[in-house]
């Protein structure tokens, strides 16, 4: 099917199959010879056939649709939008984050809080960030917003707690120091697409 | 009458009553399990391996769920209804021959309770009287699903007793006699000997009417969640519905071992294989094939059961019976 089939609007235009509908049966005679030819070509036992090629699909090709959930688990999309990462940087371990509150301006659920401080040497650093899960709304503006690709959206969709404390730990989500070497450039949500260098233009200088 | 005897036949009640108890609940497992892969699911898989212990677990919740009774239900008949479709259903296989004569530690074993003359006739009474459990139990519970539940009792078993009767008319004639036993040893010649091939109208009408008295798709409609909740059994919970449960079961039981010894051949030997096993079989298919249709089949509505009923399958019978008659006579 091309896009125009489906951008044609215009009910009877399209290539549709009929399924043929015999008039409903109006006198006892009627009835009585559709039950007889209904008896004859045997249609419940085409009912019988597809039932038992499912089960045999099912039990000896392959078939089956069951996803043993807890065990196995179905793939997550790229761009799902689940569960924030704070990513660290892969050289220093140092956070990516440059505490500049765009995530905060942008949270529409109000969600994230970020405390800064200046440092010794004048720069700013992030004491804390929070993220109250209960609250957000997983709409990607953050991810989306954040100019150092610090945070991101993870993969971890299973997000039930006893306390809603659980919810909103920094610890979390930041990537643990020992876990740095398995950090991963993040392609979902918020990140710079592969062709972004070639995207990038010169700042005229007679701003 | 001597004591042996007695001993014998509390033997046999005792085997006959734990091991239907206890297939119903297999049944219910195997019914889980084909329903599921008929639509590519897995079915129960947790409670022990691929989820055979499930039977046992629900048994467990039976058991232990708390036994209620609504406050206008007619609290004695309320009690006493689920009884009577459980023990009815355990009556009706009293006169049925489940098995060949065997021997055992030299004594012959015969896997009836009572070998009575009016085996059939018996077995068809005991199971209509269990008409009265779902039609007690839905007018005593006090709810209107479970009335309309009870309503449809009475009319679809009631009626669809009249087709069982009338396609068993055809074959007796033929076999001259009431007992299961004997009608079995009619067939023991073979393959051929089979009263399917000389009354295949009354097999399949019988069978139609064996769906219709067991309760099963497409004519289920006593609890038909969709339209009444669950029928009769609305208002029951914990061993009480699992009484209605293992009785309906049962039934489904019966109906296939009677299909199996009117009409297949019973427990004659079949080629190579011993009569014991072929029976089996044919019940072990009949079972498949009662949950087959429930995968495959849609339900019916009431006045289209009755419909069915009083317009095609009484009038197909009665022309079968005469005709079998006119046969016999010529």
């Known amino acids: 099917m091309e896009l125009n089939d489906l951008q044609n609007r215009n009910v009877g235009e399209q290539n549709y199959k009929l399924v043929d509908i015999p008039q409903y049966p109006t006198t006892g005679w009627e009835e009585f010879t559709q039950v007889i030819s209904r008896s004859i070509k045997t249609e419940l036992l085409t009912g019988l056939k597809i039932t038992f090629n499912a089960m045999k699909g099912a039990l000896f090709n392959n078939e089956m649709h069951t996803v043993k959930y807890p065990q196995e688990k179905l793939p997550i999309a790229p761009r799902y939008r689940a569960i924030h990462k704070l990513l660290v940087l892969l050289e220093s371990g140092n956070n990516r984050c440059i505490g500049c509150g765009l995530c905060e301006k942008i949270c529409p659920a109000n969600c994230i809080k970020i405390d800064t401080k200046l440092d010794k040497d004048s720069r700013k650093e992030v004491v804390d960030y929070s993220i109250n899960l209960g609250r957000c709304i997983f709409c990607g503006y953050c ?22 404390a659980h919810f909103v730990l920094k610890d979390d989500l930041l990537t643990p120091i020992d876990l740095l070497k398995q950090q991963k450039e993040y392609d979902g949500f918020g990140a710079i697409s592969d062709d972004a260098d070639s995207k990038i233009k010169k700042t005229p200088l007679a701003y | 009458m001597d004591s042996g005897y007695i001993i014998g036949t509390i033997v046999n009640v005792i085997v006959v009553l734990a091991v239907f108890s206890a297939l119903a609940g297999f049944t219910t497992y195997i019914e889980r399990k084909v329903l599921a892969f008929m639509q590519r699911r897995l079915g129960p898989m947790n409670v022990g391996p691929y989820g055979i212990l499930q039977v046992a677990a629900d048994g467990i919740k039976l058991f232990t769920k708390e036994d209620f009774i ?12 689920p009884i009577i479709t459980a023990a009815t259903a355990f009556i009706a296989l009293t006169a049925i021959p489940f098995l060949p004569e065997f021997e055992i530690m030299g004594h012959t074993v015969r896997p009836i309770i009572a070998d009575i003359n009016v085996g059939l006739l018996f077995v068809l009474g005991a199971m209509a009287i269990g008409m009265y459990g779902p039609l007690l139990a839905g007018m005593s519970s006090g709810n209107k699903w479970s009335l ?17 009767g ?29 009263l399917i091939w000389c009354q295949p109208v009354s097999f399949i009408l019988f069978l139609i009417a064996g769906f219709a008295e067991t309760n099963r798709t497409p004519f289920d409609l006593l609890e038909h969640e969709a339209e009444v909740v669950a029928g009769f059994a609305t208002e029951y919970s914990g061993m009480r519905w699992g009484m209605f449960f293992i009785g309906e079961y049962a039934n489904l039981f019966a ?12 427990f004659n030997d079949l080629w190579f294989i011993p009569g014991a096993i072929a029976i089996i079989l044919k019940v072990a298919f009949f079972i498949f094939f009662f949950l087959w249709t429930r995968a495959a089949w849609p339900h019916v509505r009431p006045d289209q059961l009755m419909w069915l009923c009083w317009k095609v399958l009484m009038p197909l019978a009665v022309v079968n019976i005469v005709l079998t008659g006119l046969v016999i006579m010529i």
Request: glycine share 8%.
């Open chain 1, 143 to 164: 991810a989306e917003v954040c100019p150092e690709l610090a945070i991101v959206h993870g993969n971890r969709y299973e997000n039930a707690s006893e306390q809603r």
């Open chain 2, 70 to 81: 609504p406050q206008n239900a007619v609290k004695p008949i309320f009690m006493i209804a």
């Open chain 2, 148 to 164: 309309l539940g009870g309503a449809r009792t009475a009319i679809q078993l009631l009626s669809f007793e009249v087709v069982t």
């Open chain 2, 166 to 194: 009338l396609s068993i008319l055809a074959p007796l004639m033929l076999v001259g006699s009431l007992s299961l036993i004997d009608i079995n040893n009619y067939q023991n010649g073979g393959i051929t000997d089979w």
């Open chain 2, 255 to 266: 109906i296939s071992f009677m299909a199996s010894l009117i009409f297949l051949g019973g």
